[in-house]
């Protein structure tokens, strides 16, 4: 079974960086897409970024040039290094991993945008 954990959240201020990092369990992870989400309460959860087995990357327009995101398949890690952080950034970051039809999702971890 897949376990996804992500860690590095926490409270930042405007303009400041966090880097989000998701471990995921099991042989899958080299050949899955992961991706990272967000949510803040009383709205659907939104795709922040995606990134491919093969290294394609894509992102939502409102992190483009503020988020990158990248794996490292020996560590089953991928990450997202949040830089310009607003308060509107303010959400639970989820990671998803996507193979043959079927997602796996962490738990997600909390970042706050505040001074």
């Known amino acids: 079974q897949v376990q996804v954990v992500e860690s590095g959240g926490g409270l930042v201020q405007p303009g400041g960086s966090l880097r989000l990092s998701c471990a995921a369990s099991g042989s899958i992870f080299s050949i899955s897409v992961l991706g990272w989400y967000r949510q803040v309460p009383g709205k659907e959860r939104e795709l922040v970024a995606r990134?491919?087995?093969?290294?394609?990357?894509n992102y939502a327009d409102f992190v483009k040039g503020r988020f990158t995101i990248s794996r490292d398949n020996d560590k089953n890690t991928v990450y997202l290094q949040m830089n310009s952080l607003k308060a509107e950034d303010t959400a639970v970051y989820y990671c998803n991993l996507f193979k043959n039809g079927v997602e796996y999702w962490g738990k997600g971890t909390l970042v706050t945008v505040s001074s």
């Open positions: 990134i491919t087995s093969g290294g394609m990357t």
